[in-house]
């Protein structure tokens, strides 16, 4: 039990980390799902490309010789700020040729598209990484600052990267949330997700809001990307298939279209994760170890999809006629 206890602060934190990185992906699968009603199965690889993009500015850094005269805040934001514009457009080029041309098509018609274009982008990552370094899996190169440890008692420390990951994914919640429900361009978004043709009619670009959705979702997943690669340090063109079914499992389990939902989500999948790898092997006297953390987290989304299938936080909508 003291062992137990004496963990608790660790598994805590990794748990955070976990949940608030699925949390960032899952935003760009139920801000698409809330608009569109598909789902964007190409945004694990929209996250692969956030990370890649990370690797390359800090090894372009560091090729310079620029790496270490960077303070340490300004690079998160540098790398960050590159993750977020190069995933967001990626995806507005993705829904542009994709999913725009088959918007009519019934819905198992797009989401084939999307299962296509995940494979594409996966193979695409994969050769243009082998062309430019002749290897595709990638090292993000040790920056002194964010491997400096924080102690707080014997048992427990923290880097601050972790505080930085932590820190950096709630600020870029709390400004989507604000941005959504304060701003005159998120209402436009939540009239084109209510229904496309009177927003239409009220003078809203529709294909515009649209674009900017998947601007917003895309740049969600790049950002989470890059602070994967800050906090694991090793990422290739495959890093984003668990991840991105997790996060969508945590998009699943608060309510697919909402957004407080994807937050909850996340956070409730990436702690469950946390503290299941960590004690069920105590718990069960060693019959089970972490290897079965996964099993426990889609077992809970069958239990929810079973008693609450809208999800935690998701609401009933009336059915337009």
Avoid at 192 to 212: H, K, Y
């Amino acid at each position: 039990m003291q062992v137990a206890i004496a963990m608790f602060p660790q598994v805590l934190v990794d748990g955070l980390i976990l949940g608030f990185m699925y949390a960032l992906i899952a935003l760009g699968y139920t801000m698409v799902y809330g608009v569109l009603q598909l789902i964007n199965f190409a945004h694990s690889e929209i996250f692969v490309v956030g990370a890649f993009i990370g690797a390359e500015v800090l090894l372009g850094l560091k090729a310079a010789g620029w790496l270490g005269g960077v303070p340490p805040l300004l690079l998160i934001v540098l790398l960050v700020a590159a993750g977020m514009a190069a995933s967001g457009l990626l995806a507005v080029g993705l829904e542009r040729v994709a999913y725009r041309p088959l918007r009519a098509a019934p819905r198992l018609v797009p989401l084939i598209s999307a299962i296509g274009a995940s494979f594409f982008l996966q193979d695409a990552v994969r050769l243009l990484e082998s062309l430019w370094r002749n290897a595709f899996h990638l090292v993000y190169p040790s920056v002194d600052f964010f491997d400096i440890r924080i102690s707080f008692g014997e048992t427990f420390d923290i880097s601050l990267k972790s505080i930085i990951v932590i820190v950096a994914a709630i600020g870029m919640l709390i400004c989507l949330t604000l941005i959504v429900n304060r701003t005159k361009m998120g209402k436009a978004i939540r009239a084109v997700a209510e229904d496309q043709a009177t927003a239409s009619l009220m003078g809203i670009n529709v294909n515009r809001i649209i674009s900017l959705t998947f601007l917003i979702g895309g740049a969600m997943g790049g950002a989470a990307g890059v602070l994967f690669g800050v906090q694991y340090g090793v990422i290739n063109p495959y890093t984003g298939f668990v991840p991105g079914i997790k996060a969508f499992t945590a998009a699943v389990l608060g309510g697919i279209g909402n957004i407080p939902g994807a937050m909850a989500g996340g956070l409730v999948l990436g702690l469950l994760e946390a503290f299941s790898g960590s004690y069920l092997s105590m718990l069960t006297g060693g019959a089970f170890g972490a290897e079965y953390k996964d099993i426990l987290a889609f077992s809970l989304l069958i239990m929810i999809l079973i008693f609450r299938p809208r999800g935690l936080l998701g609401e009933v909508v009336a059915e337009k006629v």
